[in-house]
């Protein structure tokens, strides 16, 4: 919701004809006749601080009246911003949407929002005070995945501007915010003016700065290029090196040569001591061409199929790991267990397990274990799960 101030949001100033900027007026009208979406009197609503702008709208905290709740207020967005977050509501990785009121004279409503408390994750990553932990870094991933994969599958909905500071902390948890670029997927219009944060703009919407219109149709007609979900998932791949190296992509540089950099496809390179299979999925995200990037779904898939959690048996001190989506090869993880009578990696975090399991590691047959047992456990343990061509070695 705030920009950052380098680097800078760029913005090309070309609108074209076919991007609607506007949501049919009756929509929004029938959603508040029906309250569905709920109208606040601005008289409630008590002005606390300016803490930002999103655009060109300014965001507040407000006080509700003679009480201590807190709301962020995003005044003056266009319909379909107040549509498209109505529409993306209802996910714990998304601000949540209280409803609409008017501040004032203005003619436009302003958005009712959740306030984070925790402030950006822009704010939060150049904070030194705040010790960088790599299972803080996974957790966040996990998060800001989740809620893209909400947007792209459940709703149908582009982001458009993923950068970190639109994406918010709440009692240490993500918020994605900001749907002011957003667009449905399924409208057929080209959302083609080139702005956000330079470095995280998809590399395709950059090259029309320097080459205006270089798709061409089957008729031979020049097109613009239309932002859609592998823009976010560019973005994505952007965030994800930027939650290891907390500073801004190519920091210190000017916007002609970000820009020259990244349509010439040179990315930054990886923080020593990455894992491996971290660096191997922001890569593939972060590629140039959009067919080259993975869709959302198979980035969620490394963490749904890596996450290991440990659990107690019930009413009892005895811990067994739980991995979800267990499969035949898997079940070596068990016949070991069996032997050992401790689950594996017993006394480690999950995290710590989950980048030991990433990285190969596994545990040690236990001493004088029958010789067929041991490799009927070599035969089901799974060394590498994930899909090579998407999270190379």
Not at 43 to 57: E, H, P, T
Not at 213 to 227: A, E, R, S, T
Not at 296 to 319: F, H, M, P, Q, R
Request: net charge neutral.
């Amino acid at each position: 919701m705030t920009c950052m101030t380098r680097p800078d949001r760029v913005g090309s100033g070309r609108i074209f004809p076919q991007n609607p900027t506007r949501l049919d007026p009756s929509k929004l009208n029938r959603l508040l006749e029906d309250k569905i979406i709920d109208y606040h009197d601005s008289c409630n609503l008590i002005r606390s601080k300016f803490i930002g702008s999103g655009g060109s709208a300014s965001v507040y905290v407000v006080n509700w009246k003679n009480t201590s709740t807190k709301y962020a207020i995003k005044r003056c967005v266009d319909d379909k911003e107040v549509y498209l977050t109505y529409l993306a509501n209802s996910h714990e990785n998304i601000i949540q949407f209280r409803g609409v009121t008017n501040i004032e004279d203005d003619e436009k409503y302003s958005l009712v929002l959740e306030y984070a408390e925790g402030g950006t994750l822009g704010k939060y990553l150049r904070d030194d005070t705040i010790t960088s932990e790599w299972k803080n870094q996974l957790k966040f991933a996990k998060e800001i995945t989740s809620a893209i994969l909400w947007l792209h599958v459940d709703k149908g909905i582009v982001h458009g501007d993923i950068h970190p500071n639109n994406i918010l902390i709440h009692k240490d948890t993500i918020k994605l915010a900001d749907f002011g670029r957003s667009c449905q997927k399924e409208l057929e219009y080209y959302n083609t003016e080139v702005w956000g944060v330079l470095p995280y703009v998809d590399p395709k919407m950059l090259e029309e700065l320097v080459e205006p219109f270089p798709n061409i149709n089957q008729v031979g007609q020049k097109l613009p290029y239309k932002l859609n979900e592998k823009s976010d998932i560019y973005s994505l791949g952007v965030l994800f090196w930027e939650l290891t190296n907390r500073l801004p992509p190519f920091d210190g540089l000017g916007d002609d040569i970000i820009t020259l950099k990244i349509i010439n496809g040179l990315r930054e390179k990886p923080v020593p001591n990455t894992n491996v299979k971290y660096i191997g999925l922001y890569q593939e995200c972060w590629k140039h061409e959009p067919d080259e990037r993975p869709h959302i779904s198979k980035v969620n898939e490394l963490w749904g199929s890596a996450s290991v959690y440990v659990a107690n048996w019930k009413n009892t001190s005895t811990k067994y790991a739980i991995k979800r989506r267990v499969d035949d090869k898997e079940f070596g993880f068990f016949v070991l267990e069996l032997t050992s009578r401790l689950s594996p990696f017993d006394g480690f975090e999950n995290d710590t397990i989950m980048l030991k399991i990433l990285n190969g590691l596994r545990e040690k047959p236990v001493s004088n274990t029958n010789v067929k047992f041991m490799r009927l456990s070599g035969k089901f343990e799974a060394k590498n799960r994930m899909n090579d061509h998407i999270f190379p070695k």
